[in-house]
């Protein structure tokens, strides 16, 4: 049986997107394709407030977790990674992967990244980056992004700032020329609410300057590599074509929903969960850092998740056990991404009542 997702990716996809993607095959040199990309180009600056070349990945997020931090770090120099959750700790995984010199400042699973932690890490050492989960996807924690940038900015200018924005971009408003981010990246099966397998990434100038500064960049991320052929509206590899068919189509659709009503859907349908996880459960998040794309509920009622799910599973519906070891079975997740509705999330809210007989 179809089951609507109301997990953190992939998220719900509209059968108008789905059918974007069965367009004719076309040549990734050829002027239909640079004319795709290049109708392309301008929506997604609008999406994220930015005039900054916006490149697209045929890989998932994690690639440019990989990607970004390995061009930000000059030799001899480190990065610094804030770690809420088990995204964030990812990200410290990558950076000892790549042979990145790395430490981390951690926070209490629930809680968020806050400016004056990252002040006290980053005044520690000589950091040419810093990491910043913005949904902590794992623990439902939205960490204040341009807070913490202008504090970096201001007393930090050495230090990029990377930003994995996947569960946020494309659902919460990210100002990235105006905040003054350095890369932030997102697979499009989360917020975008498109199929997986594509990533968008806005990269600033400041960063292809340090990109020029590292000798080890990479291949397949290689930020220089990807700017030049972005200058004819192509990829260095062959881009995922079908999902950027429907990436065009999303794309008008959200310019036409309007961004500002866009985010404020998001929020609604966050604030319409919290409100049924307060009277019912217990938010598992601090209240200060409360995602507006993902909602982590105590199961403070000591049911069974998996048999929850199961039961919504014969009714239409998927939500998401707890993250890992640590979370399973003592929280759960719904997801109020991309194209859902308050009216979805209702109906879905409705369900587990009847279910559970709250
Ligand atoms: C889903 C997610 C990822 C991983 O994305 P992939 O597309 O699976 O690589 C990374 N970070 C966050 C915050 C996520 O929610």
Known sequence: MYKKLFIPGPTHVREEILQAQTAPMIGHRSKD????QGEIRP????LLYTGQPVFLFASSGTGLMEGSIRQAVRPGKRALVTACGAFSDRWYNIAVANGVPADRVDVEWGQGITPALVDEALSQGDYDAVTITFNETSTGVMNPLQEIAALVNRKYPDAVILVDAVSGMAGA???FDAWGLDVAFASTQKCFALPPGLAVAPVSERMLERAAQVPNRGYYFDFLNMLKYYQKDQTPATPAISLINALNRQLDDILAEGLENRWARHLEMAETVRTWARQYWALFPDERFLSNTVTTIKNTRGISVADLNKALGERGAMLSNGYGKQLKEKTFRIAHMG???VADITWLLG?????LGL
């Open 339 to 341: 194209d859902l509705t």
């Open 33 to 36: 394709y640079s004319d795709l």
């Open 351 to 355: 369900e587990i009542d009847d279910i």
């Open 173 to 175: 408003k990210i100002e």
């Open 43 to 46: 929506k997604l600056q609008k």
